[in-house]
């Protein structure tokens, strides 16, 4: 089982729906949760971090937790073509690695 | 623009070569990560800096090493580059304290090709 998993994808949505990306994990100490979007040939741009269970919104973006069933989601909103990126799940535990997911590659057609 | 910066951008090396990487954190961090990302996959722990000090590392062999400067800069050093050393490699930079680290930014990488 690997530590983070994430569905490849990819994620097809049309312009102004919503998107949902999903991600579980194994570690069940794990205590700090991040989701990066890495558009094609670029670096991950950090878009959202939670640390605790419930939702956290941050404008189109919204993060969920749910430390019992070890699961972190993310939802965007009136989604964009510009949106269209690999979305990258993350988890640290209680020291300092900080474990990836795959990715989800997220296609937003126009 | 995270203010993390990396250079080399790209850089080509022959197997059995070594290589440096550097990396500068953005201003008021002082802990540097530093990740490798093949094609397709999530970028891969190699080890943390923190105080000039590794404080995390995960499943690398030892010819992959790193320092901490008193700036909070740093560098990663490969030896005896081998072909599937090929990959992004990216430095995060962020804020910890002695009891845990805050959220990672990320440089924009440094693509390393081995031949």
């Known amino acids: 089982q690997k530590e983070v998993e994430q569905n490849s994808g990819p994620l097809s949505v049309p312009e102004g729906a919503i998107a949902s990306l999903n991600c579980t994990y194994s570690d069940r100490v794990s205590q700090s949760f991040f989701w990066y979007r890495q558009y094609s040939g670029k670096s991950p741009e950090l878009i959202m971090s939670?640390?605790?269970?419930g939702d956290k919104e941050d404008g189109r973006f919204t993060a969920q937790l749910n430390k019992a069933s070890q699961y972190v989601s993310l939802l965007i909103r009136d989604s964009q073509p510009s949106d269209s990126a690999t979305y990258l799940c993350a988890v640290r535990g209680g020291g300092f690695k900080t474990i990836f997911g795959a990715g989800t590659r997220l296609f937003v057609k126009a | 623009e995270t203010g993390v910066t990396q250079s080399p951008t790209h850089l080509i090396k022959t197997r059995g070569q070594q290589v440096t990487l550097r990396c500068s954190s953005q201003s008021g961090h002082n802990t540097v990560s530093w990740y490798q990302q093949a094609l397709g996959q999530g970028p891969q722990f190699i080890f943390q800096y923190y105080r000039e000090e590794e404080n995390g590392r995960g499943n690398f062999p030892p010819r992959f090493s790193g320092l901490q400067f008193p700036n909070y800069s740093s560098e990663l050093n490969v030896n005896a580059l081998e072909l599937d050393d090929s990959a992004l490699y990216l430095c995060?930079?962020?804020?910890?304290?002695?009891?845990?680290?805050?959220?990672?930014?990320f440089g924009p990488g440094t693509r390393l090709t081995v031949t």
């Open positions: 939670i640390y605790s269970n």
């Open positions: 995060a930079s962020s804020f910890s304290t002695g009891t845990g680290t805050y959220e990672q930014y």
